[in-house]
């Protein structure tokens, strides 16, 4: 039957089986021709997003995707009409063909698509993970498409309502993208690695679009409402990026005098009711809320700590080299921020304590070691830091050896 059908693309839709889609498609196609426009529409959405997979939306591989998103451009293109409208397609056609104009570069025609998708004017209502995606992409896009056009903006006027729009884009982007990551089987552990170019970008792009537009207490501000949101598997990447940014910024871009402490966070909307395209927070009344940017800031790093030492890779084989080097990057950046911070307000001890936790996993990383002596000298624990720096030029012309090799 058509309905049992129907759920099962829906199911490989949600999964991102695109190829599976496009074989049920076809069947859905030949056999029941009274739903052709919803077939065609899923031909061209997995067309689109099967090629995106291979070939992510960059500069690039604009020219590539002129030619290899044909297909996909005529199937979508078959259903912006009325009888996508009857189908109740059009609307998801219109953001689609939106996502298929910027992977080729086209940005007005981009554009043009979200207007004829009327996506300022979409009203909020319940949506399977699917279209949550799709719209957290499409602001995302939207976003990505005026932050490129801004540049050319003819005058200061245009140019600060296109800032403003962009800014909007991008933190619809990132609630909608959120509170899909949450709504992700926490035991699927390769989903944030699917997260696929766009979503990942337009994710993290509002505070830092802040900052650059001269925002940064509006960045801020942005950085903690998306650190509120309730942790799930799928998100924990994307907190520990977000955790080790917003320390940077207390550290490098905020003077003790403009600091603004954070205030209650689970403010409700003027109506009184809940959105529903917002992610959930946390709401406990105990909730701890940094008084200081010290506390604030030591409180971030602590968080980026604990999930780069959860996600160290410990196997030394050849085949886990990438992903070793991956995650001993994040948390080496977590480590000289803290280096940074626990100096600056007199907390080496606390330093000392996550450079020996540190160890257990970046052993033969030499930068780590000269924190750790450096830590040691600071504490007047003289001896043991000259055995960790003995440890460090060990390693440091082991390195030089293995690179003459």
């Known amino acids: 039957p058509v309905t049992k059908l129907e759920t099962t693309i829906e199911q490989c839709r949600g999964e991102a089986k695109w190829p599976k889609v496009i074989e049920l498609a076809d069947e ?13 529409f899923l031909m061209g959405e997995g067309k689109l997003e099967s090629y995106l ?25 078959s259903v912006i009409g009325e009888s996508g409208k009857k189908a109740g397609i059009a609307l998801d056609a219109h953001l689609l063909l939106a996502k298929l104009f910027y992977a080729c570069g086209q940005y007005d025609e981009s554009l043009q698509s979200f207007v004829l998708a009327e996506l300022n004017t979409l009203s909020e209502k319940h949506l399977s993970p699917r279209s949550i995606r799709i719209l957290a992409e499409s602001y995302a896009i939207k976003g990505m498409c005026l932050e490129k056009k801004n540049a050319k903006a003819p005058s200061k006027f245009k140019q600060a309502e296109q800032e403003t729009e962009m800014i909007t884009c991008f933190e619809r982007a990132a609630d909608l993208g959120i509170l899909y ?4 089987d926490s035991s699927n ?13 337009g994710l993290q792009r509002a505070p830092i679009v802040l900052i650059k537009t001269g925002k940064l207490q509006n960045a801020i501000d942005r950085y903690r409402v ?19 940014q917003l320390a940077e910024v207390l550290l490098r871009g ?6 603004t402490p954070p205030s209650n966070l689970n403010t409700k909307p003027a109506s009184g009711g809940k959105r529903l395209w917002e992610p959930r927070k946390y709401a406990a009344r105990q909730q701890f809320i940094p008084r200081n940017q010290h506390e604030e800031t030591i409180l971030l790093l602590l968080i980026a700590e604990a999930l780069a030492v959860r996600d160290a890779v410990l196997s030394q084989s050849p085949e886990f080299r990438e992903a070793r080097m991956h995650s001993l990057g994040n948390a080496t ?27 257990k996993f970046a052993f033969g990383e030499g930068h780590v070691w000269k924190q750790y002596a450096t830590c040691l000298m600071s504490m007047g624990r003289y001896r043991h830091a ?20």
């Not at 997979?53 to 293109?77: C, M, Q, S, V, W």
């Not at 552990?189 to 970008?201: D, K, S, W």
């Not at 998306?226 to 080790?244: D, I, P």
């Open 386 to 405: 000259v055995s960790a720096l003995k440890e460090q030029a060990k390693l440091k012309l082991q390195n030089s050896l293995n690179r003459k090799v």
């Open 181 to 184: 990551l949450q709504g992700q």
């Open 53 to 77: 997979e291979e070939h992510p939306p960059i500069e690039d591989n604009f020219h590539k995707a002129k030619l290899g998103l044909t297909d996909a451009k005529r199937y979508l293109n």
């Open 333 to 359: 950046a977590v480590y000289d921020l803290l280096t940074l911070a626990t100096v600056r307000w007199n907390q080496v001890g606390l330093l000392h304590d996550s450079l020996e936790k540190a160890l």
């Open 28 to 40: 859905l196609k030949s056999g029941y021709p009274q739903v052709e426009s919803l077939a065609n």
């Open 226 to 244: 998306m650190l509120n949101a309730v942790e799930t598997k799928a998100t924990q990447t994307l907190r520990q990026t977000l955790a080790r």
């Open 254 to 259: 905020v003077s003790g005098t403009i600091y």
């Open 189 to 201: 552990q390769n989903e944030v690695r699917r997260m696929g170019a766009v979503l990942e970008t």
